[in-house]
């Protein structure tokens, strides 16, 4: 069975879900999920777990993502993109520079207001479920973090590329509405394509038809989503056998830290955390 990862470059006007769906038919397999939603309207970097890859996407789901998007100055919209009913407009009197300076004060640590339509649930309902209905409600601001804005190019008088590297939960829509706030003269996101998530980049991206052609010979392993954590080889049966059986092992010699764990022969078995001489399964990939 197909056990892996790809590195989807979904395709615009394609829901995530949509991308899996086309994979479960391909592989003909169940267990296919994706790590961090796209709107439709976005493109770039999706990784679909297929298989037992699947318990990874939750680690997936967590990380720091990168992305290319178009800012409109002078308009805003309902759904905070320009897929959206235009509520307002503004003459643009902001230069390059302002919008550089603007940029700065979204650095670091903020509070971001979700937008009306996103899939959180309040009261057991979906935001944009009750958008679509005209109802507006009030929503928690929630906390993220932007480590990275960068004004890439102007485009015209109202347009303009930003690189924005992101925590999880950080909606680039309402970042490009909330800047056009701060201008004074309202903004709206015309495009967006995410460049990294999970620490997989553009150039591992491959398309739908490229998987339709190629099949299985795409997926890369599932230890590749934790590359940036060191390898730890198990060396005796005892120690291999406590670790398939989910029970912490004794290893003095291991500094603290997070560890990619093989079995004698190669084969990755789980990601642990060694603390005190003590190597605890954070999540196992048997089979995997």
Request: charged share 20%; with cysteine; proline share 5%.
């Amino acid at each position: 069975m197909p056990n892996g990862i790809l590195i989807i470059d979904k395709p615009q006007d394609w829901t995530s879900m949509d991308v899996c769906a086309k994979v479960r038919g391909i592989f003909h397999e169940k267990r296919v999920g994706h790590g961090g939603t796209l709107d439709p309207m976005a493109t770039g970097v999706l990784p679909v777990f297929v298989g037992q890859a699947t318990k990874g996407v939750e680690f997936a789901e967590n990380s720091e993502k990168e992305y290319i998007a178009g800012l409109r100055l002078g308009l805003v919209t309902d759904t905070q993109d320009t897929t959206g009913s235009v509520l307002e407009t503004h003459p643009v009197t902001a230069d390059r520079a302002a919008v550089e300076a603007a940029l700065s004060c979204f650095l670091g640590q903020q509070e971001q207001i979700p937008p009306m339509y996103s899939a959180i649930k309040i009261g057991g309902q979906k935001l944009y479920e009750l958008a679509r209905k005209g109802q507006e409600v009030e929503r928690r601001p929630r906390p993220v973090t932007i480590h990275a804005l960068e004004l890439l190019s102007r485009e015209s008088e109202t347009d303009y590329l930003l690189r924005c590297r992101c925590s999880k939960g950080t909606y680039i829509r309402t970042l490009c509405h909330d800047i056009g706030q701060a201008l004074g003269c309202g903004g709206a996101m015309y495009a967006l394509r995410r460049t990294m998530a999970a620490g997989f980049t553009a150039d591992q991206a491959v398309t739908l038809e490229q998987v339709q052609a190629e099949g299985s010979s795409l997926l890369l392993p599932t230890d590749s989503l934790f590359a940036a954590y060191p390898v730890l080889l198990l060396k005796s049966d005892g120690t291999e056998k406590r670790v398939r059986c989910g029970n912490p092992v004794t290893l003095p010699d291991v500094s603290d830290g997070t560890y990619r764990v093989y079995s004698q022969d190669g084969q990755f078995l789980c990601l642990s955390r060694a603390e005190g001489g003590t190597l605890t399964s954070i999540k196992n990939f048997f089979g995997a």
